[in-house]
């Protein structure tokens, strides 16, 4: 089996360059998962030992599962890709749902989507970056009476001291440079920086 990085490359859903992230921050890296998840085959061989991972700490009792949420736009197909596997593995269906943002940026549950008081749910995203997206999502969601068990990814691009509330479940970590505006070398060297994300700030 391809690894993920392997994977990335070929679906060019890895670029380089000088980007500017959604968070703001600037990278020599980015990643449009989109590009990776649009193809089926790619997309269960990239969150298949992510979710070996979670079944795994399911059975032993170490985590709960009820449902599967993303935030839009990113966590919606990998999400959605999870809650597939996952059930499959379970033998039981696990939902998959998403949050977005309404029309003045706040992220919410909207569509008609469901939750319990006290469901266990697991969040997808695609990148995570600096955790801001997942903690959106989760805050949402903890309004409604949800219980937020742990996070997942197809990369974790993190800087080191960056830390997530839960348990993070990556598919592959990958290290990019991650810089405040001020004090991007790509910026001191007068090379443009490109906004690829779906974010607004």
């Not at 921050?25 to 269960?44: G, I, N, V």
């Not at 990998?78 to 597939?84: G, K, M």
């Not at 600096?130 to 993190?158: F, M, P, Q, W």
Request: aromatic share 6%; hydrophobic share 40%; net charge neutral.
């Amino acid at each position: 089996m391809k690894n993920v990085t392997d994977l990335l490359l070929e679906s060019g859903a890895m670029l380089e360059g000088h980007f500017l992230l959604s968070s703001g921050r600037h990278s020599d890296k980015y990643f449009q998962c989109a590009k990776l998840l649009q193809y089926p085959q790619k997309s269960q061989a990239a969150l298949e030992d992510v979710v070996t991972r979670i079944k795994d700490d399911i059975i032993s009792g170490k985590l709960k599962v009820d449902l599967i949420a993303g935030p839009a736009m990113g966590g919606i197909v990998a999400a959605w890709e999870a809650a597939r596997q996952l059930s499959s593995a379970l033998k039981r269906e696990i939902r998959s749902v998403f949050t977005e943002r309404d029309e003045k940026g706040v992220m919410c549950l909207r569509r008609g989507f469901e939750i319990s008081q006290g469901q266990n749910i697991l969040i997808v995203e695609d990148v995570v970056t600096t955790g801001k997206s997942s903690a959106e999502c989760a805050a949402a969601l903890e309004l409604l009476g949800a219980n937020i068990t742990a996070l997942a990814c197809v990369v974790d691009r993190r800087e080191e001291g960056i830390d997530v509330k839960w348990p993070l479940y990556p598919a592959v970590k990958i290290k990019a440079g991650n810089w405040e505006a001020k004090d991007c070398d790509l910026c001191k060297h007068g090379t443009p920086a490109v906004k690829p994300g779906s974010r607004k700030f």
